[in-house]
């Protein structure tokens, strides 16, 4: 019996860890990195987007490919507003999950768990559930917080009318300022997309067994939780809260430069000079932080940034400074990634979609370096 | 300001879709269709391992490398066996989670809440995992299926000593006969690891950034879960199904054909003439079959598999005669890719010990086909 199959002659392809640098598909939906372009959403520069749109025409224009009109964004927002709801058997589970689980749990079982209460019953209602996912996320995380810290069972479905400030005023537990809904909806703008990162790879592989969207987007989280990934926000503020004072920042950075230690929040797979995502919550970072008196971090934060430049010629990427401006908000850490979870759902959606809309199953090949072929050695033999 | 980028100049790097052919990884866990070798896990050639070997052995050999010596099996098996029990706060989860749900998303719920109530702390409790996972996973299943079949509290902990023999213990509600359970672990042991799938792919870009244990399997199992991967042997179900004897299936897959549907259970990415685990479960499809009179069953398959030789030129793969055999065990359908879970986790979970023991961030790029870069629209100018 013969098994031939389609793999590679020997010497004809050439393995790239971590597929740095391979083309696995094909997107239209942003672009990281293209010399001369930088950071696009369906062509428009993310620094116009976090100047002059809000989070929800954003994840509007993700989902729909095109910018909303003015009727279409309200029938929008009304949507994701009215999709807050919780369903009592979700709420019931996140009762259950312990007040000592990690964040990303809550909201990697709570989507899985609503798989099983509001099924995908078919292609077509994909866009219905990246709506619904939009709209409960923040009640979910929230409920399960407060529930935890206080016994309390929230109305998830309160909050104003935007994700931003919907997030703030169930955390806080009042309406919060004009200026911290902006910064908050300026950092769901920066992390709605970013081409076939990790967790967005994750979606597209599992979509492409024709899996459902709740599957796609269960995974997505998970993988969005390693320090590699979304986790390197909470890493980086660990690291700025280690540090007493700037000149302290300095030498023990050196010294943990001096021992290979790695630092979160700087380097990127893709961009290789700066992240031009950086530049734009860097200044929201250093407003809030004036604002709310705590300069101190923020000041800490730029000598880091400034001895990566000159030690190791990194440049910070936007989980840096999104770690001050969340602190300035009154976030806590182990909150910092599920927010980037309640931002990325619209581009996770978005990859979804086209991943269906032009499909083949994402299943490569591996080298193998394993033992010959052997024979079978009976369990009495064996010693 | 310039986006300097690792991308690939134009016309340097060909995109392959799907990854077809393209090599992302290196494994020392199984060969596939290496011509001339055919199946091996760790050397070991699938026929070898489906006559000689018990599920528990190749778990074993999975995941620490080596076949097991007697006390080491034993010791092994014990532990699985002692890892049976679910914590209340699962158990309740289970209860709510609606009878009408996929199963499969019921394990994928079940092991992202177990996430949450018994967390991976650091990365030296993998194989615990692991084991925990291969020995509540049953029970789990069955626990939620009895639940809402009739209302009964199942005692998880008991069923023998192999999964094999749990599985069929607690669907059946008593001990199975010995055939059955030979039956059952020469298929857990063909379903257990097959090289850089959809699913095990899944899992090994989750763990790549550096995501907790519970995240890549939660993810892996949702990829499992569509019809072009794991869920093909329930559509295989499906089609036999809806054959009244051989020659009505015979003309009824011929007006399929015509009409180019897709037949689920026929063909592989990567076998190209035959895949070898089909033979031997082909065998035990007959077999058990025959002990429980279903060869109108059996039957209905062969002329479905010599039609598709002859018309198409396509050969069954493992989940065709997968089938008519779990049928025969009187397995419902929806369990049937449940199965390959409980199986799989041992393949999966190797792959993530292998990802982390020599990790890099799985992180491709995406062609750009989407539309210019332009300028920023205001909301009121828009229609």
């Given at each position: 019996m013969s098994h031939v199959s389609n793999r590679p002659a020997t010497g004809t392809a050439t393995l790239r860890a971590g597929l740095?640098?391979?083309?696995?598909g094909e997107t239209r939906l942003s672009t990281v990195?293209?010399?001369?372009?930088g950071l696009t959403y369906l062509g428009y520069s993310i620094e116009d987007l976090a100047e002059h749109a809000t989070f929800e025409e954003v994840a509007y224009l993700l989902l729909y490919g095109q910018l909303p009109t003015q009727p279409q964004l309200k029938a929008f927002r009304d949507r994701i507003v009215a999709h807050r709801g919780i369903p009592p058997e979700l709420c019931q589970v996140l009762e259950r999950i312990?007040?000592?689980?990690h964040p990303m749990d809550v909201l990697r079982t709570a989507t899985s768990m609503l798989g099983t209460l509001e099924?995908?019953?078919?292609?077509?209602?994909a866009l219905h559930v990246s709506e619904r996912l939009l709209g409960i996320m923040p009640g979910v995380l929230l409920y399960w917080y407060r529930f935890h810290q206080s016994g309390q069972r929230i109305d998830?479905?309160?909050?104003?009318?935007s994700i931003a400030e919907q997030f703030l005023w169930l955390l806080h537990g009042r309406p919060p300022e004009a200026l911290h809904v902006r910064a908050m909806d300026v950092s769901l703008i920066l992390y709605a997309e970013h081409e076939w990162n990790a967790s967005t790879f994750t979606a597209r592989v599992v979509a492409s067994t024709l899996s459902d969207f709740y599957s796609a987007i269960t995974a997505a989280i998970g993988a969005l939780r390693g320090p590699l990934h979304g986790g390197a926000n909470e890493a980086a503020m660990e690291l700025i809260d280690s540090m007493r004072d700037p000149d302290y920042a300095e030498a023990r950075l050196l010294e943990m430069l001096a021992k290979k230690e790695k630092i979160m929040g700087f380097g990127h797979r893709v961009y290789k000079?700066?992240?031009?995502r950086s530049d734009i919550i860097q200044v929201w970072a250093r407003k809030l932080c004036e604002a709310t008196d705590l300069m101190l971090l923020y000041d800490i934060s730029e000598r880091i940034e400034a001895v990566m430049r000159r030690e190791k010629k990194m440049f910070p990427n936007l989980d840096f400074y999104s770690a001050s401006m969340y602190r300035s908000l009154g976030?806590?850490?182990?909150?910092f990634t599920p927010i980037f979870v309640l931002s990325r759902v619209s581009g996770w959606s978005a990859h979804i979609l086209e991943q269906r809309a032009n499909n083949r199953l994402i299943r490569p090949l591996a080298e193998y370096v394993g033992p010959e072929p052997r024979p079978w050695q009976p369990l009495e033999s064996r010693s």
């Open positions: 740095d640098g391979v083309l696995a990195g293209i010399t001369g372009v312990p007040s000592s689980a099924p995908e019953k078919s292609p077509q209602e998830p479905t309160i909050g104003g009318d000079s700066c992240d031009p976030i806590p850490t182990p909150m």
